[in-house]
């Protein structure tokens, strides 16, 4: 078993597809990888970062998606042999995704409020 740490704000469905006929995309294999880093839950506790623990079989079937090796290359997955405090794992990875939800210090720097331009930082 291995388990994979995520830093992503959403739940991501990680699907590996093959040509069926007339070229018609069908999917064969799917993963979901538990989301909602800096998203408070019911309790009002807002994580760092999610572990999902996975199979040799879908690690496998991880390893085959793009859409996989990006996060994992941008620094939102990490893959780890042991089980480990999700938040402590967080720390040494990317925090945030452009879905996160904006935060007090989105609107501050150091000379004070920014100005609103409609972007993200």
């Known amino acids: 078993m291995a388990h994979v740490f ?48 996975v199979d040799d079989k879908q690690l496998a079937v991880l390893h085959n998606n793009q859409d996989f090796l990006l996060h994992k290359k941008a620094g939102h997955i990490i893959i780890r042999d042991k089980k480990a405090d999700p938040d402590k794992v967080a720390t040494d990875m990317q925090q945030r995704d452009k879905s996160a939800p904006l935060t007090d210090a989105d609107y501050l720097d150091e000379n004070g409020p920014k100005v609103s331009t409609g972007e993200r930082a």
């Open 6 to 53: 995520c830093t992503l704000s959403n739940d991501q469905l990680y699907t590996n597809y093959e040509q069926g006929a007339g070229g018609v995309s069908i999917p064969t294999e799917k993963v979901l990888i538990k989301g909602g880093a800096g998203i408070a839950n019911k309790r009002l506790i807002t994580p760092l970062g999610v572990a999902t623990e």
